[in-house]
């Protein structure tokens, strides 16, 4: 073997190292885009469009890979929320249509313990709000789905702090006071 010869053959071990770091390097690529495909995919399954009635669900997590809500769409403005804590137990399900409270099927502190919400039946009844470690922080009345008269609010320990009017789920003007407004 010559010194060509061995400069070719140097040269054709090169080319097929090239050539199968160019393999590597594209087998990786397309194992990347595989995947990106498939979360691509199974993102876009989770709302499935049936003329304007959107069907499927949403998840929402809390920045720590717990599940925060998980919403589920039941036809045009129906849908169900499930709310959870960040220890994973469910804090509360509901019934929404449109923007309308409608039902409240179960609400749990952060143990998993029943806590009494109310009587919310068909967007209308008395309704008790619980924050996020399980304590109660307001309560009032429900018509039509939304807030109406005096709510009155409680801090962490249960104590009264505060009340507020609400007319169709809005704090209206009432004329002569400012709410809020320091």
């Given amino acids: 073997m010559g010194f060509r010869d061995l400069?070719?053959?140097k040269k054709m071990e090169s080319n097929n190292f090239a050539l199968d770091n160019l393999k590597m390097n594209l087998?990786?690529?397309s194992l990347c885009l595989i995947l990106f495909i498939s979360i691509l995919v199974s993102c876009n399954q989770r709302e499935k469009k049936e003329g304007d009635i959107s069907?499927?669900?949403?998840m929402?997590?809390?920045?720590?890979?717990?599940?925060?809500?998980?919403?589920r769409y039941l036809g045009a403005e129906e849908y169900t929320n499930e709310s959870?804590?960040?220890?994973g137990q469910?804090?509360?399900r509901t019934l929404y249509t449109g923007?309308?409270?409608m039902e409240i099927y179960c609400?749990?502190?952060?143990?998993?313990n029943k806590l009494d919400f109310g009587d919310l039946k068909n967007g209308t009844g008395n309704v008790k709000v619980f924050g996020f470690e399980g304590e109660l922080t307001c309560k009032g009345n429900y018509i039509n789905g939304f807030r109406e008269g005096w709510w009155k609010e409680y801090d962490f320990r249960g104590d009264f702090t505060d009340s507020i009017f609400y007319k169709q789920g809005e704090l209206p003007d009432l004329e002569g006071m400012k709410l809020n407004n320091y």
């Fill in 84 to 87: 959870y804590y960040k220890n």
């Fill in 27 to 29: 087998y990786k690529t």
């Fill in 107 to 112: 609400v749990y502190d952060t143990l998993g």
């Fill in 99 to 101: 923007e309308s409270l």
């Fill in 7 to 9: 400069y070719l053959f």
């Fill in 60 to 71: 929402l997590d809390n920045g720590d890979s717990t599940v925060q809500n998980i919403i």
């Fill in 55 to 58: 069907l499927g669900y949403w």
């Fill in 90 to 92: 469910l804090r509360a």
